[in-house]
């Protein structure tokens, strides 16, 4: 069906909570003033972009140096930690399942981890579900905490102190050993292939 010169454009639907919610935002907006703290305000939006500029050139080093990026490094990481399911790597890396299950079989096709059945597992043409880091996995996770320390103390000989301190929550945001007690999952330690 095709439109005639003369039809007028479809009138777009809105939410009538939609338009209330617009409707208040603009009233308070007209209403009110700029606090006494606005230069603060605008001190802290500043702030947060030197720090996510930092983030980026923090990551994008490792993810360079490394040819793996942040997430597959988070990965290898929480495996090294104790999580032996990608389901267990998704909840500590805030992955989706479908997601985490991709970056694994990534990693298990670069080498870095490989797949074991569970101890319990009886049969044993099923295939193997849980993951452990392979030497070549631990090489790596060693030589990204080195490059991520080394690219951290050339960034922190230029910079003065607020700026230091920024790059600190800028590393804190980056810091790949970040994992502590994690819970494991059904299957214990790694058992070989």
Do not use: C, W
Not at 2 to 9: A, E, G, L, T, Y
Not at 124 to 139: C, M, S, Y
């Amino acid at each position: 069906m095709s439109m005639q010169q003369d039809d007028p454009p479809p009138v777009p639907t809105v939410d009538p909570d939609e338009t209330d919610l617009l409707s208040r935002a603009r009233q308070v907006l007209r209403g009110t003033t700029p606090g006494s703290g606005l230069d603060a305000i605008l001190e802290l939006d500043s702030d947060s972009a030197q720090r996510e500029q930092a983030r980026r050139l923090l990551v994008g080093g490792v993810e360079e140096l490394t040819g793996l990026r942040l997430g597959e490094l988070q990965a290898l990481t929480a495996v090294a930690q104790g999580a032996d399911h990608y389901r267990t790597v998704a909840r500590l890396t805030g992955q989706a399942d479908a997601a985490s299950a991709a970056t694994v079989a990534g990693l298990v096709n670069k080498g870095l981890l490989s797949r074991h059945h569970h101890p319990n597992e009886r049969n044993a043409d099923a295939t193997p579900t849980l993951v452990h880091l392979t030497p070549k996995g631990e090489a790596v996770l060693v030589q990204s905490e080195a490059i991520r320390i080394r690219l951290l103390d050339t960034v922190a000989q230029t910079l003065g102190d607020p700026e230091l301190e920024q790059m600190r929550i800028a590393a804190d945001a980056l810091n790949l050993g970040a994992f502590r007690e994690l819970p494991r999952q059904i299957g214990g330690t790694p058992a070989a292939s």
